[in-house]
Nanobody, 124 residues
Framework: VQLIESGGGVVQPGDSLTLSCEVTGGTFTIYNMGWFRQAPGKEREFVAS????????YYADSVKGRFTISRDNAKSTMYLQMNSLNPEDTAVYYCAASSAFQRLARTQADFGSWGQGTQVTVSS
C-alpha cells in the first residue's frame, strides 16, 4: 500500500488549509487512518485518527476544535481540515494506516504504513 499526502504549503496565522492522503495499492476500507506531525527539533506526534467507517475519530488536545479529520472511502482518500492555524502547527504532516481489525489507534507503533510527509508552515 502507498500513502501520498498533498495540500501542504505556507499560510498565515489564522488561515485554513486542507491536507489530503490518497491510498493506492490496497483496499482503503481495511485501514484505520491517522495524521501525525513532526516539528523541527521535536519528535513526531499524534494529530488525529479515524476508523475505517468514519464513525469514530480521535484528536490530540492541541488541535481539538480546530482540525477535522475525515475520509471518502469511494475516493480512497483521507483529509485533514485545519482551521485557525498558528505557528505552533508548523511541521511536516504524515498520514498513516493501521489495520481496521484493530481498535482505533493514537500511537505511532500501531501504524504500519506511512506517507512521505507534506510540509505545513504557518508564518506571518
Amino acid at each position: 500500500v502507498q500513502l501520498i499526502e498533498s495540500g501542504g504549503g505556507v499560510v498565515q496565522p489564522g488561515d485554513s488549509l486542507t491536507l489530503s492522503c490518497e491510498v493506492t495499492g490496497g483496499t482503503f476500507t481495511i485501514y484505520n487512518m491517522g495524521w501525525f506531525r513532526q516539528a523541527p527539533g521535536k519528535e513526531r506526534e499524534f494529530v488525529a485518527s479515524i476508523k475505517w467507517s468514519g464513525a469514530t475519530t480521535y484528536y490530540a488536545d492541541s488541535v481539538k476544535g480546530r482540525f477535522t479529520i475525515s475520509r471518502d472511502n469511494a475516493k480512497s482518500t483521507m483529509y485533514l481540515q485545519m482551521n485557525s492555524l498558528n505557528p505552533e502547527d508548523t511541521a511536516v504532516y504524515y498520514c498513516a494506516a493501521s489495520s481496521a481489525f484493530q481498535r482505533l489507534a493514537r500511537t505511532q507503533a500501531d501504524f504500519g504504513s506511512w506517507g512521505q510527509g507534506t510540509q505545513v508552515t504557518v508564518s506571518s
